[in-house]
């Protein structure tokens, strides 16, 4: 299976009652092959609206961010827990981000990321661990299968409480700083080869 039979699979799913309410299904976005996966918990009304994700506000506070700490959105692949909106964009309930789950799960084996950012709580829990708290492991990395996770704040939190702004602005450095350095691994086994 490819990313494009996965998104076609995606858009006719109907395991929750999520589609019935939402417009649009929010896949994902961004380079198929992305070093780098920013994984949030769900669409916004804007998201919805247009099909995409991190479109709304939290989507510019994030775009910001990327700029500021030295990418650029299209050379990574964004993408959320649930791919319709909750109602009232509340989170996702438990069956919900189960229903959706094996999707993220596919996709991120077809992308096959060194990196997954979890932004916020809903993505660490779903990723790493159920009962995890995003206050107790914002910024710490996390290594499962191969890949280095890192949790850190939504960007709608941010929003909503300026204090998470330079907590989160330090996990964008740190995950600069080991992006770098498994750049410059790369290249090196590259010309060792």
């Given at each position: 299976m490819d990313l494009d039979?996965?998104?076609?699979?995606?858009l006719a799913c109907r395991g929750c009652a999520l589609r019935q309410g939402a417009r649009r299904?929010?896949?994902?976005?961004g380079n198929p092959r992305a070093a780098?996966?920013?994984?949030?918990?769900?669409?916004?009304a804007r998201e919805d609206e247009l099909g995409r994700p991190f479109v709304g506000a939290a989507g510019e506070l994030l775009d910001r961010i990327l700029v500021a700490a030295g990418f650029k959105r299209e050379e990574l692949y964004i993408t959320n827990v649930v791919k319709c909106r909750p109602p009232g964009n509340r989170q996702p309930l438990p069956g919900e981000v189960q229903t959706c789950l094996p999707i993220l799960?596919?996709?991120?084996?077809?992308?096959?990321?060194?990196i997954i950012v979890c932004l916020g709580a809903v993505a660490t829990r779903a990723?790493?661990?159920?009962?995890?708290?995003i206050t107790r492991?914002?910024?710490?990395?996390?290594?499962?299968?191969g890949i280095r996770y890192l949790p850190t704040f939504h960007p709608a939190a941010?929003?909503?409480?300026?204090?998470?702004?330079r907590p989160v602005w330090e996990d964008f450095k740190k995950l600069r700083a080991v992006y770098c350095a498994l750049q410059r691994e790369q290249l090196s086994l590259e010309f060792e080869v």
């Open positions: 039979t996965l998104c076609r699979r995606t299904v929010v896949f994902g976005e780098i996966m920013l994984v949030g918990e769900g669409p916004g799960k596919a996709q991120i084996k077809l992308i096959k990321p060194q990723l790493i661990a159920q009962g995890a708290s492991l914002r910024g710490k990395w996390i290594m499962r299968e941010l929003l909503r409480d300026a204090a998470k702004k």
